[in-house]
């Protein structure tokens, strides 16, 4: 698994319920998905701080270090309605 992949804990805005997915905290940093329970709409974004980190392939002839940027995440990240302004 990429070190960019997470199994993140998200809470509903609407229903409060916690369940997870799995993100790829190295892409962009506002998402929209539904919730699994009451299927209301979902605005995450991740906002934290941000950590880069450098890949390094061995064994591959003549690969570039590629630097990646992650997102730190809380342990549960809530979410908010998407149709609300920021």
């Given at each position: 698994m990429?070190?960019?992949?997470k199994?993140q804990?998200?809470?509903?805005?609407?229903?409060?319920?916690?369940?997870?997915?799995l993100?790829?905290?190295?892409g962009?940093?506002?998402?929209?998905?539904?919730?699994?329970?009451?299927?209301?709409?979902l605005k995450?974004?991740?906002?934290g701080e941000?950590?880069?980190?450098?890949?390094?392939?061995?064994?591959?002839?003549?690969?570039?270090?590629?630097?990646?940027?992650?997102?730190?995440?809380?342990?549960?990240?809530?979410?908010?309605?998407?149709?609300?302004?920021?």
């Amino acid at each position: 698994m990429q070190e960019s992949m997470k199994r993140q804990k998200i809470e509903c805005w609407q229903c409060k319920r916690i369940f997870s997915l799995l993100l790829d905290t190295a892409g962009e940093p506002t998402l929209i998905r539904e919730c699994p329970y009451c299927h209301a709409s979902l605005k995450l974004d991740f906002g934290g701080e941000q950590q880069n980190f450098i890949t390094i392939m061995r064994g591959v002839p003549r690969t570039q270090p590629q630097e990646n940027t992650v997102y730190q995440l809380p342990e549960i990240l809530k979410s908010s309605n998407p149709s609300l302004p920021q």
